[in-house]
């Protein structure tokens, strides 16, 4: 099989190029110049793209004697992941962009141009597995990475492939360090890769601007505070407040009105939600009939919790949790899984919340 190996300079995806080249495929590696400002994205462990990942990539290539390309989409990237990021704060929504790169960059665009190309299948570093076609979580739940491959169609996993779902990231580091690859030790990138500093809202100040508004306490609907920019908060947030709301109990944010630009805050009570709604869903599979029973991961590294899921009257989705959460942004993404403890969670779609209460 022809495919392509998505090279980013790191350990997971240099293993990954390497255990394809193992099973017989005709590999060729490619690296996504994403920025356009490549220089100032990596500082340390946070950050990725750079041209000191790009060189990476390229000294793996060369060590599995493979082809090895540059491909520039920093302008798609842009407009796709990193204008989408700050619109999205700016509406009032948490995004979250490394699920959008997957579906817009990875399998979208990396996946139409391989296509074109003549190539069978893009293969990446995501920890997560394949199984008959169907999506599932990673060996090692500490490094799953199948919440952002959530949004993925099934005719895009058709034309994907994850080696490392099978294995732990320790595992993952033996092999690169047994194959001499320079990268074996190097640190894992963090937070958001356009935003190496970890600031993430000096950033969207610098895009944004100041927009000064109102905190307000939702017991009293008192102001009780004043901000810059609802973009400096996410609903659930409980740090980083720089309010006094009178009592020593902890206050959370419960809501976020950008027109307004009010910032409403409360108790952890009023924090709790036990009903979810969605936009449109994206399924990985045939799509399930409504309602059905599953799971429900709401961020990243949450823990997912039993739900119901329904159809609402304008296509998207109604959760209904078995156990109230806290910190339910819209823009977030809603994973369904369905447990398997013997052949491991499987992935059945996504869909982005809306609202909850």
């Known amino acids: 099989m022809r495919v392509l190996a998505a090279m980013s300079g790191g350990v997971d995806s240099a293993v990954a190029a ?49 082809p090895f390309y540059v491909w520039d989409m920093a302008d798609r990237f842009t407009e796709d992941v990193v204008d989408d990021f700050v619109a999205e704060y ?53 490094k799953d990475q199948s919440y952002v491959l959530g949004v993925l169609t099934p005719a895009q996993l058709a034309a994907a492939a994850f080696p490392l779902g099978g294995m732990t990231k320790d595992r993952v580091r033996e092999i690169a360090a047994e194959r001499g690859f320079a990268v074996a030790a190097k640190p894992d ?4 890769c356009f935003i ?38 996410t609903v659930g947030q409980r740090r980083g407040l720089g309010v006094s709301a009178g009592d020593s109990r902890p206050r959370y944010v419960l809501g976020i009105e950008p027109v307004s630009r009010t910032v409403t805050i409360g108790t952890a009570d009023q924090a709790s939600v036990d009903e ?3 936009g449109v869903p994206t399924w990985t599979g045939t799509a399930p009939s409504l309602p059905f029973r599953c799971e429900v ?19 998207g989705l109604v959760i209904e949790l078995a156990q109230p959460q806290r910190g339910v942004a819209p823009g977030q993404s809603a ?8 052949r491991g969670d499987l992935v059945l779609g996504q869909a982005a919340v809306a609202g909850a209460r």
């Open 189 to 192: 990138s963090h937070d958001i």
């Open 297 to 315: 991961q709401l961020r990243a590294h949450g823990t997912p919790v039993a739900c119901e899921v329904s159809a609402d009257d304008g296509g």
């Open 18 to 66: 390497a255990l394809a080249v193992d099973a017989g495929h005709d590999v060729t590696g490619v690296h996504l110049a994403l920025s356009q400002d490549r220089q100032t994205l990596r500082s340390g462990a946070r950050g990725c793209c750079s041209v000191e990942d790009s060189h990476d990539a390229r000294r793996v290539a060369d060590e599995l004697g493979i």
């Open 196 to 233: 190496p500093d970890g600031d993430t809202r000096g950033f969207l100040s610098r895009k944004l601007g100041s927009r000064p508004g109102p905190v307000v306490d939702a017991a009293t609907g008192t102001t009780v505070g004043e901000h810059d920019g609802t973009y400096g908060f």
């Open 335 to 342: 994973v369904l899984y369905e447990p398997d403890p013997v």
């Open 276 to 278: 979810v709604r969605t």
């Open 90 to 142: 700016a509406a009032g929504r948490t995004p979250n962009p490394c699920l959008r790169c997957n579906e817009k960059i990875k399998f979208s665009a990396v996946l139409d141009r391989a296509r074109a190309l003549g190539f069978d299948a893009v293969v990446t570093g995501h920890h997560a597995r394949l199984a008959d076609g169907q999506l599932r979580r990673s060996v090692d739940a500490a």
